[in-house]
């Protein structure tokens, strides 16, 4: 028998073999795959935070590299001094906005009940005097009422108190974080070296060239659709959740702080995030007080044209290009995926399998002669008809 024709004959039964392994221990496989990554995630945390803080790193550098004796540790001293800002933003996160916020969810949690309880009840009354179905009405109130309350003091308060102890007794949390922020360190010192043991490797697996420009092209702009579209997001949701923070300290507003902090974190999510916030916020002023939750409602469609007309464009530009439609696109679709990470990621994600897809779309359309630009596919464009790159125009003219 032929040499290579038994190697293919031979590698052909193991990839059966494998598969057949695979399949029959589908469960056990899948199983240590997802252990796998769990183990891994200090490091996709610490990459992930690497990547948010290279920026903040890269501009101390510079500062520092200015002056003739710091020069030489310009480096350590910048990720030091990044290190250091990030620790004393969330030691004052959680010696300020923590206990508070326990506070407020605490608050909320016991009076909830109560305050579903009045407006049902006020409900009632209105029903009882106005709708001739009054005693229908009523039951289906009470059945309601009975149903809301005793869910919101068995399940709401038991969910508050398992999340807090939780939150107090998981120490892995904890050690992973601390792993996450130490490779975050790592990442920071030497970010040049990793970055050029990854395209030594890819230029070691692909050895076509053109290849290889389109995907470093590819991912240049990916990175310039991450980085500025999560930081600048990052930055634009602190300053609406301060906004919404102030505006409702001096309108005297109940809950203003976990008010503001679901509003400020769902604002990251690009459209629906605000009004995603303004839900569950304006229903807990609504059972306080109609006429405060008619003001939020109207101060949150105010606050969402300032900042996606004003506050975004001047924070975040236009690095994602996509329209609307595309957008909403992405969200539905990584957001189903990946839950509220997919919602973030998801835009600039798409963005880039968006960009990958033009360029061999106009690839494509240049080969055979066809324009590039979306506005020439008209009414009056005509199949077969084939049109003269810049190129052939330019070298006609030559000619002429």
């Given at each position: ?111 909830l009940p109560r305050l579903v309880e009045a407006q049902l009840q006020r409900l009632q009354k209105f029903l009882a005097s106005n709708n001739q179905f009054a005693s229908k009405s009523t039951e289906l109130i009470e059945s309601a009422e009975n149903m809301l309350v ?251």
């Amino acid at each position: 028998m032929n040499k290579s024709k038994f190697i293919t004959n031979f590698l052909t039964l193991a990839a059966a073999i494998a598969l057949l392994f695979a399949l029959l221990h589908l469960g056990e496989i899948t199983s240590g795959i997802s252990a796998f990554f769990s183990a891994l995630e200090p490091l996709w945390v610490g990459m992930a935070f690497a990547y948010l803080l290279c920026p903040v790193a890269s501009f101390f550098e510079e500062k520092l590299s200015h002056f003739k004796i710091m020069s030489r540790f310009a480096r350590p001293l910048s990720v030091l001094i990044t290190s250091l800002a990030v620790l004393a933003f969330f030691s004052l996160l959680c010696a300020v906005l923590l206990p508070q916020l326990i506070t407020s969810v605490s608050e909320l949690a016991g009076s909830l009940p109560r305050l579903v309880e009045a407006q049902l009840q006020r409900l009632q009354k209105f029903l009882a005097s106005n709708n001739q179905f009054a005693s229908k009405s009523t039951e289906l109130i009470e059945s309601a009422e009975n149903m809301l309350v005793t869910w919101i003091k068995t399940n709401l308060l038991n969910t508050v108190y398992n999340i807090a102890t939780s939150v107090m007794t998981v120490g892995s949390a904890i050690i992973n974080l601390l792993l996450s922020f130490i490779i975050m360190i790592y990442l920071l010192l030497d970010r040049e070296r990793y970055i050029n043991q990854c395209r030594k490797m890819f230029h070691t697996v692909s050895r076509n060239e053109r290849f290889n420009e389109a995907v470093h092209d590819t991912l240049h702009q990916a990175n310039k659709m991450f980085g500025g579209f999560i930081s600048g997001k990052l930055i634009d949701s602190l300053i609406v959740g301060v906004i919404c923070f102030v505006f409702m300290l001096i309108l005297r507003m109940p809950y203003a702080l976990i008010i503001s902090v679901i509003v400020g974190v769902t604002n990251v999510i690009p459209m629906f995030g605000p009004f995603i916030g303004a839900i569950p916020s304006a229903f807990l002023l609504l059972l306080v007080s109609p006429k405060q939750c008619i003001i939020f409602l109207i101060f949150i469609i105010v606050l969402q044209q300032v900042d996606g007309n004003v506050i975004g464009p001047r924070i975040i530009g236009d690095s994602i290009g996509l329209s609307a439609l595309y957008i909403t696109i992405a969200i539905l679709i990584f957001g189903s995926l990946f839950g509220f990470i997919g919602m973030i990621i998801g835009v600039p994600l798409f963005a880039t399998v968006y960009y990958v897809v033009k360029r061999v779309a106009e690839y494509s359309l240049r080969k055979r002669g066809l324009p590039t630009e979306t506005s020439a596919y008209g009414s009056d464009f005509k199949v077969g008809v084939r049109f003269d790159s810049e190129e052939n125009n330019h070298k006609k003219e030559i000619d002429g």
